[in-house]
């Protein structure tokens, strides 16, 4: 079955930087887009990030746009976000996801920037 695992998550300063990565298995992974969600306390949930099944095109919230940045690697069947110049605002839960004709969640990692 699909399984997403995310990792990466801690608590980071303003300005700061983490990485997130997105192991994946049960589907080919080479195959299919993949995101990057978000869902910070008491808000919706919110698209970060997108990134194409060849990693040839990736697209981001304005939010994050020039500061975080969707990379893949096909051999390790990883997505990763690298997140550059935290703010306070980035707190949030974050999710790894694809679909077909269901969609796919991993369990979540959480991002505290706070100082």
């Known amino acids: 079955q699909v399984q997403l695992v995310e990792s990466g998550g801690g608590l980071v300063q303003p300005g700061g930087s983490l990485r997130l990565s997105c192991a994946a298995s049960?589907?080919?992974?080479?195959?299919?887009?993949m995101s990057w969600y978000r869902r910070a306390p008491e808000k919706e949930r919110e698209l970060v990030g997108y990134?194409?099944?060849?990693?040839?095109?990736?697209n981001y919230a304005d939010s994050v746009k020039g500061r975080f940045t969707i990379s893949r690697d096909n051999g390790k069947n990883t997505i990763y976000l690298q997140m550059s110049s935290l703010k306070n605002e980035d707190t949030a839960v974050y999710y790894c996801?694809?679909?077909?004709?269901?969609?796919?969640w991993g369990q979540g990692t959480q991002v505290t920037v706070s100082s």
């Open positions: 996801h694809t679909r077909d004709v269901r969609q796919y």
């Open positions: 049960g589907f080919t992974f080479s195959s299919y887009a």
């Open positions: 990134i194409s099944a060849t990693g040839d095109f990736t």
